[in-house]
């Protein structure tokens, strides 16, 4: 089955720089596009990131020109470097099959905690 290990995750001031780590298994990596997505407290769930199986990326608006995500299929990780944190990045980061329709999505890693503060 679907396998996600969030990793990463920390600490950090307001415009400091942080990378997270994702491990997928049980699904064909190569052929999926892979997001990175966050829950605030008393928030949705959001897609932050996208990776599509080419060379297509999608940004959320919020943080776009801050964040990157990148892929390596030969090791089924993704990637997520977090530049110019500020504290409303703040949240739970989860990463998983790349979809708009996060509803649609059942099965989530644990998740790994980023906490912008100072």
């Known amino acids: 089955q679907v396998q996600l290990v969030e990793s990463g995750g920390g600490l950090v001031q307001p415009g400091g720089s942080l990378g997270l780590s994702c491990a997928a298994s049980?699904?064909?990596?190569?052929?999926?596009?892979m997001g990175w997505y966050r829950q605030a407290p008393g928030k949705e769930r959001e897609l932050v990131a996208l990776a599509g199986t080419g060379t297509v990326t999608y940004y959320a608006d919020s943080v776009k020109g801050r964040f990157t995500i990148s892929r390596d299929n030969h090791k089924n990780m993704v990637y997520l470097q977090m530049n110019s944190l500020k504290p409303e990045d703040t949240a739970v980061y989860y990463c998983?099959?790349?979809?708009?329709?996060?509803?649609?999505?059942?099965?989530w890693g644990q998740g790994t905690p980023v906490t912008v503060s100072s």
């Open positions: 049980g699904f064909i990596f190569s052929k999926n596009g």
């Open positions: 998983n099959i790349g979809t708009f329709d996060i509803g649609s999505l059942d099965t």
